[in-house]
C-alpha cells in the first residue's frame, strides 16, 4: 500500500523551461557552451543527457562545477518558473486522501522552497535535496531508511532519464510525466512503470 508520494521538482510540477534557458545560455556565454533557444527544447528532450552535452559543447566532467552556479543563476529567474496546470489540484487531493508527499530534486531547497511558498503549496511534507544530479537513489534509500518505509509504500514521480534509473537502482516504481524534460523515446529502454500525460492520470495510477 502506497504511503508516500515522491515528487521530482523541475519538469514535474514546475515548468522552470524559461529560467532553465535563460540561466544556461549566461552560463554558455561565460564557458564558450552553445546557447539554446526555447523552440529548440523539444528537440534536445528527444536527446540523452551524452547527446546534449556533445551538442551543447559541454563536458559532463563540468556538472559538480557548473551545477551550483546555474542554481544561483536559477533563483534570480525564478519570477519565470511557473506550477504546471493541474499540478496544485493534484497535491491537494493526495494530502486530503491520506497521502504523504516530498519532493527529492537535484535543483537546491532555497529555489524549491521559495517556488512553494509564492505558489501557496503547503502540502509538501519534506524536502530533499542533492548538488549531485545523479544521486537520487542515494537520497530515496536513505529516505526509506529513515522512515523505515518499504519501496512497496512509495510511489516516484517524475519526468527524466536519469529518475527512472534511480528507481530502479531503489526497487522504488516510477510514474513518468510527458511534459517535462525528457520524451519517451529517450525513456523507452528503460521501460517505466507507469506512462501519463495529464496530472489527473497521476491520481489514477495511484
Sequence with gaps: MIKYVIFDFDGTIADSKKAIVSSWNHLADKYNYKEIS???LDDLKKLSMKERSRLLNFPLIKLPVVMPELYKLFLKARHQVKLFDGMKEVLSELESKGYKVIIISSNSKENIQAFLEHNRINNVTKVICSSSIFGKD?????????????????????????????????????????????????????????????????????
Design 138 to 206: 542515494k537520497l530515496i534509500r536513505k529516505f526509506l531508511r529513515e522512515t523505515r518505509l518499504k519501496t512497496s509504500e512509495v510511489i516516484y514521480v517524475g519526468d527524466e532519464h536519469r529518475d527512472l534509473i534511480a528507481c530502479k537502482k531503489a526497487g522504488v516504481k516510477m510514474i513518468w510525466v510527458s511534459w517535462g524534460y525528457d520524451s519517451i523515446e529517450v525513456l523507452k529502454s528503460a521501460k517505466p512503470d507507469y506512462k501519463v500525460y495529464t496530472p489527473a492520470e497521476i491520481l489514477e495510477v495511484i
Design 38 to 40: 526555447f523552440e529548440e
